[in-house]
T-cell receptor
Framework: DAKTTQPNSMESNEEEPVHLPCNHS???????IHWYRQLPSQGPEYVIH???SNVNNRMASLAIAEDRKSSTLILHRATLRDAAVYYC???????????FGSGTQLTVLP | EPEVTQTPSHQVTQMGQEVILRCVPI?????FYWYRQILGQKVEFLVS????????KSEIFDDQFSVERPDGSNFTLKIRSTKLEDSAMYFC???????????????FGPGTRLLVL
């Protein structure tokens, strides 16, 4: 699986936007970009995914660079409940497992 | 919203004992997974299961581990002879119907915290 690089930690103030970056310079043409998050003491949960175009859902937006070598997860208004570890994961093909890195620990300050 | 459930939420066992961790995946899902997370470390893949057989397994998933889908709803992970280093949170996940691809969402359960003494 292609490797991703994320900052170890980020901080945000409550109700402000958060931009979580992910570098994936060795991404292949068929790799999807997935974001999952893990709230404290919980299992990972899906946030969003995309291939080439920017994506929006009720939780977040995903901005994908034109060369696909990086992406940014955008939380439009961070809440305290968004404090979690955010994982950027690449993959393609069959229904394979997810390979988790260390992720970014997001702290949301009140 | 459908969810993956796991029992028990916590299990304490003595080294060398057998444990069975249970999972009920989302009902129409066909792909099942076990992951584990040692305290303070990454989530690690253990095994994937489809069509009543193991699809892939990691190096962690040695002969001490086995998985089973004993009936139409449960998916179990058995550790035959637990070691201290098996202490971790174990997550079950499921996804997709027939022909599911990577991009389909995996749904994770809340985990079972296993402590081996």
């Amino acid at each position: 699986d292609a490797k991703t690089t994320q900052p170890n930690s980020m901080e945000s103030n409550e109700e402000e936007p958060v931009h979580l970056p992910c570098n994936h310079s060795t991404i292949s043409g068929t790799d999807y970009i997935h974001w999952y998050r893990q709230l404290p003491s919980q299992g990972p949960e899906y946030v969003i995914h995309g291939l080439t175009s920017n994506v929006n859902n009720r939780m977040a937006s995903l901005a994908i660079a034109e060369d696909r070598k990086s992406s940014t997860l955008i939380l439009h208004r961070a809440t305290l409940r968004d404090a979690a570890v955010y994982y950027c994961i690449l993959g393609s093909g069959s229904a394979r497992q997810l390979t988790f890195g260390s992720g970014t620990q997001l702290t949301v300050l009140p | 919203e459908p969810e993956v459930t796991q029992t028990p939420s916590h299990q304490v066992t003595q080294m060398g004992q057998e444990v069975i961790l249970r999972c009920v995946p989302i009902s129409n899902h066909l792909y099942f997974y076990w992951y584990r997370q040692i305290l303070g470390q990454k989530v690690e893949f253990l095994v994937s299961f489809y069509n009543n057989e193991i699809s892939e397994k990691s190096e962690i998933f040695d002969d001490q581990f086995s998985v089973e889908r004993p009936d139409g709803s449960n998916f179990t992970l058995k550790i035959r002879s637990t070691k201290l280093e098996d202490s971790a949170m174990y997550f079950c996940a499921s996804k997709g119907g027939q022909g599911a691809t990577f991009w389909e969402t995996q749904y994770f359960g809340p985990g079972t915290r296993l402590l081996v003494l």
